[in-house]
């Protein structure tokens, strides 16, 4: 769908809840997917990161999570993230929850701030998706791999721009 500008405050509304639940145990709380890119075209999804100095420590993370009603997804094939769902019956929001500096933490946030500083690669991404969503809508797997190919060409660029810039995650977003 056409980029809302409601998606920034819906995340907003996560991390302040987020971060009072964290506190201080999560390194960082941010928007990332392409609901955080300003003007994207994006499946309504709130996608959130937060970032722990260890995935091993689930004390730090998961009792907080579901007794804010997250529903933890303990069998999602992912093993470098811990995979949380939105509370049944509220707006679409998938919370990954990453090991701080990992490469899996790193990606989301550097893809994410090319695209805010680069329209036209936001652009060639959201014709690409648009695309890939025309012609796989009944297959997630399909359309995934499909715009696999474009999103390791983004972040080439990318790298290529953060080598260049200098490039850090900039402080977090909650």
């Not at 933890?72 to 470098?80: G, K, V």
């Not at 994410?112 to 036209?120: I, V």
């Not at 991404?125 to 009944?138: D, E, S, T, V």
Request: positive net charge.
């Amino acid at each position: 769908m056409p980029y809302d500008p409601a998606w920034p405050a819906m995340f907003a509304k996560w991390g302040t809840c987020l971060r009072i639940a964290l506190g201080d145990a999560v390194a960082r709380i941010d928007h990332i997917g392409s609901t955080s890119v300003p003007g994207l075209a994006a499946k309504p999804v709130i996608d959130i990161q937060i970032s722990v100095a260890s995935l091993e420590a689930t004390d730090a993370f998961l009792r907080p999570l579901t007794e804010m009603g997250l529903v933890y997804r303990a069998d999602n094939p992912e093993r470098t993230k811990r995979y949380f769902r939105e509370p049944p019956g509220q707006h679409r929001t998938h919370v990954h929850v990453r090991q701080m500096g990992s490469f899996s933490q790193q990606f989301p946030l550097l893809f994410r701030d090319y695209l805010r500083c680069h329209t036209a690669a936001a652009n060639e991404y959201a014709a690409a998706k648009k695309h890939c969503a025309a012609k796989f809508r009944n297959d997630r797997p399909a359309y995934v791999q499909a715009k696999d190919a474009f999103v390791w060409d983004i972040i080439r660029r990318a790298d290529a721009w953060a080598q260049h810039a200098g490039w850090a995650p900039g402080p977090s977003d909650a």
